[in-house]
């Protein structure tokens, strides 16, 4: 007979190995797990974070709760689909009421991003108004454990990508008010136009334009089925 353990070749009928002394009967009554293929664990890891970082609800949901929570949702996919349906040459993000809670967070990027040069100064505004809602997102994920708290800031994410979209779109015509009340035309104070010309990338305004309205959008259709997803779990735990 061979050891299954390290194959050395001996007598019928012994209890132990020879030469591992190994016990045999033991091998038999524990039989060594089959390896798990190293797919299946990095499968079952991204599985186990998506659950505790994204959809992880509470153990029991008061309706109150619940139902401020389906407003919230009702609300965001009404404005959402407002905002995706309509053209962004038409500038309704900038008429938006939600354009004047950006606009103090696109100025204070211009000073945040002061040090890092005229470049990073100018761009500074666009993304300090992305980056805050974003700071929002993994507030409400690592420390206050709130996934929907979270997707509701991805939600103002996709927004402000789409809120930029206009002024991106106007880097070569110049025709939007700026905050002083002129046009870029009057004075040099035009974010996109400054940067794109840095660049030499000036004649591709309107395709970056459509780029970050394509991007605002494709993050609301996440945000928004992120939203549906948690309201389904937590109706299931809805406490009567």
Not at 40 to 49: D, F, G, K, N
Not at 101 to 122: C, D, K, Q, V
Request: include cysteine.
């Amino acid at each position: 007979m061979h050891c299954a353990k390290c194959g050395w070749e001996q007598d019928e009928g012994r209890v132990d190995c020879a030469r591992c002394g190994i016990i045999f009967a033991k091998m038999h009554r524990h039989p060594r797990p089959a390896a798990i293929p190293r797919e299946m664990v990095h499968e079952s890891t991204w599985a186990r974070l998506v659950e505790e970082w994204l959809l992880i609800t509470e153990e029991s949901v008061t309706p109150f709760y619940f139902a401020g929570r389906v407003l919230v949702f009702l609300l965001l996919a009404w404005w959402g689909w407002r905002l995706i349906t309509t053209p962004l040459e038409t500038n309704d993000t900038g008429e938006s009421f939600l354009h004047l809670i950006n606009l103090p967070f696109h100025e204070a990027g211009h000073l945040i991003f002061m040090p890092f040069g005229r470049f990073m100064t100018i761009l500074g505004g666009s993304l300090g108004q992305i980056l805050m809602p974003l700071i929002c997102l993994g507030t409400f994920l690592i420390r206050t454990r709130d996934p929907f708290g979270g997707s509701v800031a991805l939600w103002w994410t996709a927004e402000n990508f789409m809120d930029v979209a206009p002024y991106i779109n106007d880097a070569r015509a110049m025709d939007l008010i700026l905050l002083g009340g002129f046009t870029g035309k009057e004075v040099d104070a035009h974010d996109w136009n400054n940067l794109l010309t840095m660049l030499g990338w000036l004649e591709y305004d309107h395709r970056l334009a459509h780029l970050s309205y394509g991007i605002g959008t494709a993050l609301m259709l996440v945000s928004l089925l992120w939203e549906a997803w948690l309201l389904r779990r937590q109706y299931r735990r809805l406490d009567w």
